[in-house]
């Protein structure tokens, strides 16, 4: 486990598919793919592309089993985030 430089919060390190790391954040959430343009990390599948679940969208047990687990980018809600340089987007 390690820490965000700027805010101080809990982070982990995820490796995508071309061999960089990223920060994002250790809990991961439920996406809902193809509704949204925001990417989320996954160990197995690569980058997830949709929005963030709402809680009430994953009540059931089905819904959990059913809907894929993504990590969030940790700039994405680092609150010292206008310090994150990104290179290429
Ligand atoms: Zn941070």
């Known amino acids: 486990m390690s820490y965000c430089k700027d805010c101080g919060r809990e982070i982990d390190w995820m ?17 809902i793919e193809g ?13 997830l592309t949709g929005r963030r ?19 969030v980018p940790h700039w994405r809600t680092c609150p010292c985030r206008g310090e994150f340089r990104q290179k290429g987007g």
């Open 53 to 71: 679940a709402t809680p009430e969208e994953v009540q059931t047990r089905e819904a959990k089993i059913n809907t894929p687990l993504g990590f």
């Open 15 to 31: 490796q995508t598919a071309e061999g960089r790391y990223i920060p994002v954040d250790p809990d991961p959430e439920f996406v």
């Open 35 to 47: 509704d949204g343009d925001e990417s989320f990390y996954t160990e197995e599948e690569g980058i």
